[in-house]
């Protein structure tokens, strides 16, 4: 889907949606959001991840781990929806490495009034 941004309750969020593409095009969009994060110039930077309806695979969680180390510095709050089953256990391994670990929401709602409160 790709990365864009969206405004909720006065707040302005990053969404990244991955559903639908192809391995190639979600490394893509792991870097073109970690370049839109960059280019904010802020650590105040409102994230949200949509990983619902696409496959998480080794390279993609070794790229996620890499970029966040660019990106979280710079994100205040990072939140994720449509982690369920093996995503979830990957999800606990990229966390793990990260100082701001991504939270998971079971709608779109709830992440993004979190995300804005």
Known sequence: MGATWVEHKGKRILLVKYGGL??????????????????????QVLSLTDVTDCFINK??????????????????K??????????????????????KPRVPFDTFEAALDWLAE
């Open 59 to 76: 390279e993609f969680t070794e790229l996620s781990k890499k970029q966040g180390a660019i990106s979280l510095p710079l994100t205040k």
């Open 78 to 99: 990072a939140a994720i929806v449509g982690v369920v089953g093996l995503k979830s256990i990957l999800l606990r391994g990229v966390n793990a490495f990260s100082p």
């Open 22 to 43: 192809k391995p190639a095009e979600m490394l893509d969009l792991i870097l073109t959001a970690t370049q839109m994060i960059v280019a904010e110039k802020s650590n």
